[in-house]
T-cell receptor, first 114, second 113 residues
Framework: GAGVSQSPSNKVTEKGKDVELRCDPI?????LYWYRQSLGQGLEFLIY????????KSGLPSDRFSAERTGGSVSTLTIQRTQQEDSAVYLC????????????FGPGTRLLVL | AQSVTQPDIHITVSEGASLELRCNYS??????LFWYVQSPGQGLQLLLK??????LVQGIKGFEAEFKRSQSSFNLRKPSVHWSDAAEYFC???????????FGAGTILRVKS
């Protein structure tokens, strides 16, 4: 079937605006992850959803970042009042949630904050 | 906390030559270890993973990696590099099932003809 998809592929916004990034995981995958890839920080974990459990938000860099996962499938990462340091590629991954799972990554959303 | 070190930021090898990319991890227990590859403008693709058992792991595209607990290493190797292997390679560690990946800084591989 289809892999993980993300939209938009590119997003340019002005400082202070809010943005929403979308992730469609592989069908049937119960676990969903968001990572951020930036020049200064490399690849960083942001947030993790597993089924109906409370998400692991330990990687969110500030309270301007939030994410939700509706119906156990699609996820939206929201960044409020964007700052230039938020410019990065935001990667989504999903997995089956089973033992020895593999995370499958989407192509990412490239965010540029002017 | 876990951490991953990839000491080489850039590596250049000739096509047909052998390749070894270094990865060292820091974690108290037996880690789950991964190598991913990222081509320009693409997402991350899993090359191979280690959870337990045989310490020599075979992956896709002719890659293999060896887990050495005594050296806290998980180096990636390929006996003969192809031009299409030029990409960025990331080593990652996870604590256990259902947990976040901690990535190294990545190694950019350039292949010269």
């Amino acid at each position: 079937g289809a892999g993980v998809s993300q939209s938009p592929s590119n997003k340019v916004t002005e400082k202070g605006k809010d943005v929403e990034l979308r992730c469609d995981p592989i069908s049937g995958h119960t676990a969903l992850y968001w990572y951020r890839q930036s020049l200064g920080q490399g690849l960083e974990f942001l947030i993790y959803f597993q089924g109906n459990s409370a998400p692991d938000k330990s990687g969110l860099p500030s309270d301007r970042f939030s994410a939700e996962r509706t119906g156990g499938s699609v996820s939206t990462l929201t960044i409020q009042r964007t700052q230039q340091e938020d410019s990065a590629v935001y990667l989504c991954a999903s997995s089956t949630g089973s033992y020895q799972e593999t995370q499958y990554f989407g192509p990412g959303t490239r965010l540029l904050v002017l | 906390a876990q951490s991953v070190t990839q000491p080489d930021i850039h590596i250049t090898v000739s096509e047909g030559a052998s390749l070894e990319l270094r990865c060292n991890y820091s974690y108290g227990a037996t880690p789950y270890l991964f190598w991913y590859v990222q081509s320009p403008g693409q997402g991350l693709q899993l090359l191979l993973k280690y959870f337990s058992g045989d310490t020599l792991v075979q992956g896709i595209k002719g890659f293999e990696a060896e887990f050495k607990r005594s050296q806290s290493s998980f180096n990636l190797r390929k006996p003969s590099v192809h031009w299409s292997d030029a990409a960025e390679y990331f080593c990652a560690v996870a604590r256990e099932y259902g947990n976040k990946l901690v990535f190294g800084a990545g190694t950019i591989l350039r292949v010269k003809s």
